[in-house]
């Protein structure tokens, strides 16, 4: 996949080929804060999935160096159980470039993954925040993990992660508070505004690192897809995916077109931040002026 | 500042006329996990600026709902105490469309602050990930706060915040473990590479809540802005920026060029990924379509 990632020529040839492979596959995000043990539940449920033989893609987002380019984790450590494993395709995505963000070719991959027949793609993101987000966009089924005491931020996230979340997994619920983070929560949602209906995302209490609740959160994520795939439903998810997965492509399209033709100047950035400065000219006229040419580059290969 | 946010008409023109009486304020970025209490380092930090009668300009970047496109939080309820302050403003910031995310008008924002004069401008972030990355690149001074005991991740996290870091904040430090983050953190420092010259990230315990620690972060920072400005440094740092707002700039532009493209299409974005799915189109060839048309509506406006 490496050319993918890298925005290689031809790349958006092959990702259109294999376009009508993609669909099939359950993409469930896995998102929460850092300390909130994501990964062991990604790992659980790796377990859970390969148990009934399904084949299983990961995609790790990982938190990557903004100078070096490159990931500082690699696959994932804890991980690395499931990595000798056939059925199990691990990829971690670094960021890459001045103007991509994370998630420009993560969504390529998840096709790409879809396409090669994996039965279920997770998708585990680090932070809150934009990541979020794109991991709302782009999975099917988005889990939110939270622990207990973690402080009054936690509230406040809670708020905005209300409208992203298809299931709550309040883990480490051995630790004091486990309980009082579920009451919350459910308090929370028997707040929000809702229709008939709609879904009602559930509460489910894990100790990943002891193998407690994987079989309730496995059950949820289940209940979910069905959901998703039901009467009158699917036509509207359809759309959604769809919506997200135009915004996501010409995004990841866009930032490339911008640093060719930022590579292509003199002295690549740094010699445009350089004449910019020399010249006294304000960055919006010259971002202006560098857009121009990029569109231009952009419309000659057609987004290539 | 209504204007530049939403990306009105004139508001390019605006912050070109602007752009000549920045440069002057310090941008300082706190950026941390949920929980890390560093909204109240902010506060804090509010205070001991305003007590040597600086003015301080406050942008808090706020997770938003992708649904509803607004702010959860609005202006944040710790910050009330300087709100009615006229030497302070604040201003959360919203996620707005599909392919902006949060950066976009953080640096716009910043530069108008920096223009109407603010001594210091305070940018808060939430999450770990794309945002810190981000914050690093508006920032002159960079603060990361962490906490004692959240887990194994947040090593790793430990890890990819060194590249960003100009600063330490070790807050919530009368709790255990405290001390341990501070000695790991010193070995992750004193093993990476470094050249002479090279600016040493210092390690601040604090305990915002009870104000404890303030004075000793303040220094850091002073110290920090006075390194970057030092002789030798400053054309690099000068460079830097100018990079970092030429990226920024340039994909808050193009975003909107694209928003505006998919809002004038029938039905919006709805409509848009309506007609993809009935047409049987995939994503990225529709993408190269609306992408070329963005293009041209680019050129025509001259960015704006």
Redesign the interface.
């Known amino acids: 996949m490496r050319d993918i990632d890298d925005g290689m020529p031809g790349a958006?040839d092959a990702?259109?080929a294999l376009?009508?492979r993609t669909g099939r596959a359950h993409v469930v995000g896995v998102t929460g804060?850092?300390?909130?043990?994501?990964?062991t539940i990604c790992d659980r449920l790796i377990g859970s999935f390969r148990a009934e033989g399904k084949k299983v893609g990961v995609v790790a987002?990982?938190?990557?160096?903004?100078?070096?380019g490159g990931a500082?984790?690699g696959d994932r450590i804890r991980m690395q159980e499931h990595a000798t494993d056939p059925g199990v395709f691990i990829r971690s995505m670094a960021?890459r470039g001045?103007?991509g963000?994370?998630s420009a070719s993560t969504g390529d991959v998840v096709r790409v993954m879809d396409a090669m027949g994996m039965d279920v793609v997770i998708v585990e993101?680090?932070?809150?925040?934009?990541?979020?987000?794109e991991v709302?966009?782009t999975a099917h089924t988005t889990v939110v993990v939270l622990v207990p005491g973690?402080?009054?931020?936690?509230q406040?996230?809670k708020?905005?992660?209300l409208?992203?979340a298809d299931c709550f997994a309040v883990n480490k619920s051995d630790r004091d508070g486990a309980d009082k983070v579920v009451r919350e929560l459910q308090v929370m949602l028997d707040m929000r505004p809702r229709r008939e209906g709609d879904w009602e995302p559930p509460v489910v209490k894990t100790a990943a690192i002891h193998g407690e609740g994987i079989g309730d959160l496995r059950g949820a994520l289940d209940r979910h897809a069905e959901w998703a795939a039901g009467s009158g439903r699917s036509g509207q998810v359809?759309?959604?995916r769809?919506?997200s997965?135009?915004?996501e492509?010409?995004?990841g399209?866009?930032?490339k077109a911008?640093e060719r033709r930022i590579e292509a100047y003199p002295g690549g950035?740094?010699g445009?931040?350089?004449d910019?400065?020399a010249a006294g000219k304000?960055?919006?006229?010259?971002?202006?002026e560098?857009?121009?040419g990029a569109?231009?580059g952009?419309?000659e290969s057609?987004?290539r």
């Open positions: 958006v990702l259109k376009y009508p804060a850092p300390g909130t043990g994501k990964s987002v990982d938190p990557s160096s903004p100078y070096s500082i984790l960021t001045h103007l963000g994370l993101t680090v932070g809150v925040g934009q990541d979020e987000i709302a966009r973690m402080g009054d931020d936690v406040a996230i708020a905005g992660l409208e992203i359809l759309t959604d769809r919506k997965e135009l915004g492509i010409m995004r399209m866009i930032a911008v950035i740094d445009l931040a350089n910019v400065r304000d960055p919006y006229t010259a971002a202006e560098i857009l121009k569109m231009d952009l419309k057609g987004g």
